[in-house]
């Protein structure tokens, strides 16, 4: 830019023949040299790094009050039936991602370990991380990976899986990148067949090479609305360095794979040289080449070094499930009848006919749900307005309704 001789700078009043650079305003006669426009990209770095550290002390505060493994554990056994292992790995690792965050700068740099939940439906994946959601006090986020597609494709790309952390942190990137992201249904997303695919497999095996940059640790631009990237939308700069990834999904018929590396038969019969192991008791034996064996790609499982299982609920687990939690189901609907005044209860011949109808259709902890509703529709439409103080849910109730709801279904 050529130097106007009789201008000169609106800050600090130096002649345009003492600057390199004299840059105009938007209004006439206002200047700014390059000196101070260096000052003020050097206070502006100050301003910003001191902000980061008054972020990271405050944050280093909270740490003294994180609950350890053990307390979050006992948070988790008011909401969660069961499933030991799978809520000692989890608090453990939760844990540790606090720790990570406000470890210090040496040569010994701990690394996140993300970790992959492989567990029948129904048997409390999402509601463990649900349930350790009310707990954190870093940005949590569930996500499903069964919208996700390869770039330019129907659906939604990887980076929109940060959109919902970013949202969660009321769009504090640094927040953000402080955060724990649940991918859901990750198995929805396995490689269609065993061999590397040759043509497009745009929802399976493209979106878990997609999913790599981001379970490692990368900066990602994320599109603040979600969805698909547009050359004119202003993106968000994402560090995932330090944002624990937790996986979730049911691998349905991953037992054929177990059983096939153990040399042994899932329907429970064993010929010489074979181990007799029950159907529901392979998901104990479940390792990283069952979920390659499965369609997940040697990379992806690389990134999700932990790997635990959740066990398929057995007749007293579900039973149980069904009255001890905080937000159990009859607890809910006891809450629903109360607020009109009704005191609602449950003989418990009641609650063992509901059990076994949910052992019959083999949806778990979700099933329970669905069948106390279709026993329950009846009641909540009926009860409210009649003046009644006190009504029982009996044996003979659940199953005239279970017998009408299946006339329906037919």
Known sequence: MPKAKSNKCSFCGRDASQTQYLIPGSENGVFICDSCIDVINGMIQEVEQENKAKAKNQFAKKLSDVPKPVQIKEFLDQYVIGQESAKK???????????????????????????????????????????????????????DATVLTQAGYVGEDIESLLTRLLQAADYDVAKAERG???????????????????????????????LLKLLEGSVVNVPPQGGRKHPEQRMIPVDTKNILFICGGAFDGIEQKIAHRMNSHVVGYASAGQRRVKKDDYLKYVEPQDLKSFGLIPEIIGR??????????????????????????????????????VKLKFDEDALDLIVDTAIEYKLGARGLRSIVESVMIDSMYEVPGTGLKEFTITR???ADQLAKSTKIQQ
Do not use: C, W
């Not at 249904?185 to 269609?192: P, S």
């Not at 937000?327 to 005044?341: E, P, S």
């Open 304 to 341: 999700l070094p932990i790997l635990t299982h959740l066990e398929p609920l057995d007749r007293s687990a579900l039973r149980r499930v069904l009255t001890e939690p905080k937000n159990a189901i009859t607890r809910q609907y006891v809450k629903l009848f109360n607020m009109d005044g």
């Open 396 to 398: 003979q109730l659940v």
């Open 180 to 210: 724990i992201v649940f991918i859901d249904e990750i198995d929805k997303i396995a490689r269609k067949g065993d061999n590397p695919s040759i043509t497009r497999d745009v929802s399976g095996e493209g979106v878990q090479q997609g």
């Open 89 to 143: 790995y989890l608090s453990v690792a939760v844990y540790n991602h606090y720790k990570r965050l406000m470890q210090a700068t040496d040569d010994t740099d701990i690394e996140k370990s993300n970790i992959i939940m492989v567990g029948p439906t129904g048997t409390g994946k999402t509601l463990i991380a649900k349930t350790i959601a009310r707990l954190l006090d870093v940005p949590f986020t569930i996500v």
